[in-house]
């Protein structure tokens, strides 16, 4: 079977080899053993294997969390009813009996049973990826944390990532007006196909006083009512400073400080929340069940395009032959939403 291994920690371009290696055997009581169709990547994996990352993978391991396939078997612990062999699914990888794990970089993986989600057919890999788990996270950010409406102005800070994306689709489908911060003009593109109302160049290095005079002169100082912020650092001190009176600031995560996520963390004049009524809100859950079936629905009807962002003609496509290209984007900060990697596996599927 081809997989990527990783066969220590260390550098990704030094330590990830294509390989044959062994097919799955043993199944964790609690896993589900799935054809790989593609997955999705994002920097959490190159982190995990340079091992910076908080979740750790003992090598070899094959990496890549963010699965989507068709079930081969399913553990002895996992519900019957709940999944059965030739259902399509997306979900979380996890490591097999040696404890080592099974990603998606292979063509074949192993999920979290109680994690995984059923695939509806008008849903496409790409479109599944660019939700999982994305959507989900993004979803509880800005409705449960921001309370985005169609009165609010959102503020996405790095909209062209997997979950700035997300936060652009889903503020628009909020009905709030959407302006999209990203550092390059390609980003910027990407982010007017995701639907964003209108987009604001911060630059890969700008100091906070640069991106607080972008703000006031596109007249957006003391009009943003919800900001959502992944990357943090002098961008989301800006954006805080930009809040109008009783503005929600939702503080999702820090991808500025790159593999050292405290060098990030914003210095906040907290003053400021007291004078206007402002609230600062960290976001680290999900939304899952009938939320996320309600947003596959949304897609069906048109209300949601996840992936629209990352489909034009010039985008760079990924399988296992190129998978270095696709660490490479994401290790360059050239990356756009999630990063797919197809998976064409060379078994023959008549699930
Ligand atoms: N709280 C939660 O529940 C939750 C859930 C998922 C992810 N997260 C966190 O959210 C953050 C974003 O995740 P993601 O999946 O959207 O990541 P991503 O796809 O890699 O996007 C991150 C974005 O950050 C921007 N950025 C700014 N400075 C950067 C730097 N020095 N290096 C790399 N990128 C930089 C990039 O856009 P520009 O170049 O345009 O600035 C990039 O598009 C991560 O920190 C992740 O850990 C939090």
């Not at 914003?266 to 976001?283: A, D, T, Y």
Request: proline share 5%; net charge negative; charged share 20%.
């Amino acid at each position: 079977m081809k997989a990527v291994i990783a066969e220590q920690i260390g550098t990704w371009s030094e330590v990830l080899k294509i390989t044959d290696w062994p097919p799955i055997e043993d199944l964790p009581p609690k896993a589900l053993h799935v054809q790989t169709s593609a997955c999705g990547m994002g920097f959490p994996d190159l982190l995990q294997v340079e091992g910076k990352y908080q979740l750790k993978a003992e090598p070899p391991f094959v990496p890549a969390a963010s699965v989507t396939g068709k079930i081969l078997a399913i553990g002895a612990e996992v519900d019957p009813s709940a999944f059965k062999v030739g259902d399509r699914v997306a979900g979380h990888a996890v490591a097999d009996l040696s404890g080592n794990m099974r990603g998606g970089l292979s063509e074949e993986a192993l999920l979290f049973a109680d994690l995984a989600v059923h695939v509806p057919d008008f849903i496409n890999d790409t479109v599944v990826l660019s939700m999982h788990d994305n959507y989900w996270d993004v979803h509880h950010a800005i409705s449960t944390c921001g309370q985005v409406g169609p009165e609010d102005t959102l503020l996405v800070l790095g909209a062209s990532g997997a979950c700035g994306m997300a936060a652009i689709d889903l503020g628009k489908a909020f009905g709030a007006k959407v302006i999209a911060c990203a550092s390059t003009p390609s980003k910027l593109k990407a982010c007017q196909r995701a639907g964003a109302d209108q987009v604001l160049n911060y630059g890969e290095d700008a100091s906070y006083e640069d991106f607080l005079a972008k703000l006031k002169e596109n007249d957006l100082y003391g009009k943003i009512n919800v900001v959502f912020d992944p990357v943090g650092g002098g961008y989301g001190e800006a954006a805080f400073r930009a809040m109008a009176p009783a503005g929600r600031y939702v503080l999702f995560g820090f991808a500025s400080g790159g593999t050292d996520p405290k060098s990030a963390f914003p210095n906040f004049p907290i003053n400021l929340l007291l004078m206007k009524g402002q609230r600062i809100i960290g976001s680290m859950g999900s939304s899952r069940g009938a939320k996320i079936t309600e947003m596959f629905q949304m897609v069906k009807e048109g209300l949601l395009k996840p992936g629209a962002g990352i489909q034009s003609d010039s985008a760079p496509t990924y399988g296992l032959e190129n998978f270095l290209d696709a660490f490479r984007a994401i290790a360059t900060r050239q990356a756009i939403g999630k990063v797919v990697v197809k998976v064409e596996s060379k078994a023959a599927s008549d699930l």
